[in-house]
C-alpha cells in the first residue's frame, strides 16, 4: 500500500497557473504509473493526468492538453501537476492517485489505481 497525500491546491483567476504536489509515502515509488483525477462539484471523478513509471511517457485529457503537465521524482517520491493558463472549469477537488504495484506504465481508467490521496481544491475564479 502506498499513502499519498496533495498539496498546492488553492484560489485563482482565469489564466494563473498552479503547481500541485503529490507526496508518496509506502512501497517503492517507481515501480508504478501515476496519475491525477480530478473531480467538479456535481459531477464524476475525471481522468486529468498520467505518467509512467519512469516519468517517460504521459497521457492527457483532451481539456487540459497543452495546458497541464504531469512529472515526477522518482528520488524524492515526488508526483507533479503542472497547472497553466487556468480556466474555471478547472475548479475541482484533484486526486493523486497510484497504480497497482508492478503496474508500470500509465493508465487512463480510474480502475487501474488501487491507492487514493485526500484530494485538494483548485478554484479558478472568471
Known amino acids: 500500500q502506498v499513502q499519498l497525500v496533495e498539496s498546492g491546491g488553492g484560489l485563482v483567476q482565469a489564466g494563473d497557473s498552479l503547481r500541485l504536489s503529490c507526496a508518496a509515502s509506502?512501497?517503492?515509488?517507481?515501480?508504478?504509473?501515476m496519475g491525477w483525477f480530478r473531480q467538479a462539484p456535481g459531477k464524476e471523478r475525471e481522468f486529468v493526468a498520467s505518467i509512467n513509471w519512469t516519468g517517460g511517457t504521459t497521457d492527457y485529457a483532451a481539456s487540459v492538453k497543452g495546458r497541464f503537465t504531469i512529472s515526477r521524482d522518482n528520488a524524492k517520491k515526488m508526483l507533479y501537476l503542472q497547472m497553466n493558463s487556468l480556466k474555471p472549469e478547472d475548479t475541482a477537488v484533484y486526486y493523486c492517485a497510484a497504480r497497482f504495484a508492478g503496474s508500470w506504465s500509465w493508465s487512463n481508467k480510474e480502475a487501474d489505481f488501487g491507492s487514493w490521496g485526500q484530494g485538494t481544491q483548485v478554484t479558478v475564479s472568471s
Open positions: 509506502g512501497r517503492t515509488f517507481s515501480n508504478y504509473g
